[in-house]
């Protein structure tokens, strides 16, 4: 959704071209799992959130 939203607004001319390849960029790296170190997640607060009350 980042990468469609930094797209759509460098078509508009609402963002810098620049700033758009590097935001699409690093979407790609995200996807791709090279920046999976960046995103660190508190397991135990994913297993609470997906129990049922």
């Given amino acids: 959704m980042k990468q469609a939203a930094a797209q759509a607004n460098a078509e508009v001319r609402s963002l ?3 700033v758009s390849r590097a935001i ?3 979407c ?8 999976h170190d960046q995103f660190v997640v508190d397991l135990i ?3 609470r959130a ?3 009350t």
Avoid: C, K, S, T
């Fill in 28 to 35: 790609v790296d995200i996807r791709e799992g090279m920046l």
């Fill in 45 to 47: 607060r994913v297993a």
């Fill in 50 to 52: 997906r129990r049922p």
């Fill in 24 to 26: 699409a960029d690093a």
């Fill in 16 to 18: 810098d071209p620049a």
